[in-house]
């Protein structure tokens, strides 16, 4: 049984700052609030309503007593004001529900470890029929190793790796045989020994992602980052990575916003052999896949991390402020969000009998698709089926968060760009540790 822990985090504490108007005022902190369910106040992102409105509508056609307050901030607003916000909710007095929390602004797993979130996983175990099963693995526990869950996510963020059934063919271990992370960078090594004037992936992905692959995440503390940077497999990705930022400094970033030239570009680049594989979102990966042939000219695949699991990302994260006196009408509004309907809505479900691959079918899977005015063959049933069935065992996984991901991303990115009076990997590391060493004591 993990040991259950608690850390305060109300050291900057010292004064309260008042609540906008029609908030509620203070209230003691305390586990026994009571219970009143009469109101429901939401902290969200204004990007982020696209997905929480119809659940909001929903819930207020359901409960039509229950007065909701919601709390919308733009982006900038959103870190303009996240001191005070977090304030506020480590002072008890904040807002009932936190949806996208991940969005939030303020550090969200350093509130949480404070104890000022609810713990959910009682309100699931009253469910009827509830088991852990029913739901992606890792989603109780995916941002702590305690006892309780008080961020849970609502939806996930599935990525594939795509590459051209030549390379597929040509690599150490194809990428639909990947058996744990060691493989895919032992392909990377084979890749760039063999064409050291190529790369071996067309840019990297979000950091987090790559840490919670090598097997670290946050709460797992210091230890498990010094096994890491020991690591001769991690030290020889990071080498790849400079290796290919140096030969192609010019690159398209691997961003929505700029999907239309990469997709343009990439396919011939990877028929040529210029980059192995494309590491991203699965619509992007399933986008790419057909360009490339679907199943006649492309593989498509999951990258699982070091100890073999197939790994999912948390998003549309909820938590429940520990004082609010509305927990019940929170959870509710939780609820609609993991009935079907929503969870179908939004594309990527994390109860894993509505995860069956139908959205991606209605989507990618006719007969011919046509992308950047070409026809191509779309992706076929089978392989559509065969990636919902690996999602579907797959492992949130948390990675980094917050302030810590931006500072790894900042001290590996002296030894990337190779700044004046650059930094060693080794040094890079060291700062991080540094770093991280100060945010766990605090």
Not at 96 to 117: M, N, P
Not at 185 to 213: C, H, I, W
């Amino acid at each position: 049984m993990k040991e259950y822990r608690k850390r305060w985090y109300l050291s900057a504490l010292a004064v309260l700052i008042p609540l906008t108007t029609g908030c509620r005022t203070s209230l003691p902190f305390s586990g026994e609030v009571e219970q009143t369910n009469a109101s429901l106040s939401i902290d969200v992102l204004e990007d982020e309503r696209i997905y929480w409105d119809p659940v909001i509508q929903e819930f207020q056609s359901r409960y039509p007593d229950v007065q909701v307050e919601i709390c919308s901030y733009s982006a900038e607003e959103m870190a303009e004001t996240a001191s005070q916000r977090e304030t506020e909710l480590m002072a008890g007095e904040g807002k009932d529900l936190y949806l996208s929390v991940e969005s939030s602004g303020f550090d969200f797993y350093k509130v949480q470890q404070s104890g000022v979130f609810a713990d959910l996983y009682p309100f699931f175990a009253k469910e009827p029929g509830f088991s852990e099963e029913n739901y992606l693995a890792g989603i109780f526990d995916v941002f702590e190793n305690e006892e309780t869950c008080c961020i849970v996510p609502t939806q996930a963020i599935f990525s594939a790796c795509v590459t051209t059934q030549a390379i597929n063919e040509e690599i150490p271990v194809p990428l639909d045989e990947l058996e744990n992370y060691q493989d895919f960078v032992t392909d990377k090594l084979y890749f760039v020994g063999q064409y050291p004037d190529r790369k071996d992936l067309p840019l990297e992905s979000d950091s987090g992602e790559y840490n919670a692959r090598w097997g670290v995440a946050i709460q797992d503390g210091q230890k498990r980052f010094e096994q890491l940077f020991q690591s001769d497999l991690w030290k020889k990705e990071q080498q790849l990575t400079k290796h290919r930022r140096e030969a192609d400094p010019d690159a398209i970033p691997m961003d929505w916003s700029y999907v239309e030239e990469f997709q343009k570009n990439l396919p011939r680049a990877m028929e040529e052999k210029s980059y192995l594989c494309l590491d991203a979102q699965i619509d992007l990966a399933f986008l790419l896949y057909c360009q490339l042939g679907g199943a006649e000219g492309a593989v498509i695949a999951p990258i699982p991390d070091v100890q073999g699991n197939v790994l999912v990302y948390p998003a549309a994260c909820v938590a429940v402020s520990q004082n609010s006196p509305n927990k019940e009408n929170a959870f509710r509004l939780l609820q609609i969000m993991l009935e079907e309907k929503y969870q179908k809505m939004n594309g990527g479900p994390v109860v894993k009998k509505y995860l069956t691959g139908e959205n991606w079918k209605e989507t990618y899977g006719q007969e011919t698709l046509l992308i950047q005015g070409k026809s191509c063959p779309g992706a076929d049933g089978e392989t559509i089926d065969g990636l919902a069935g690996q999602f579907q065992n797959g492992r949130m996984a948390a990675g980094l968060l917050t302030a810590t991901k931006e500072k790894y991303s900042e001290c590996l990115e002296t030894y990337f760009k190779g700044f004046k009076g650059g930094s060693s990997l080794e040094t890079c590391a060291e700062e991080f540790l540094s770093y991280l060493e100060v945010y766990l004591s605090e």
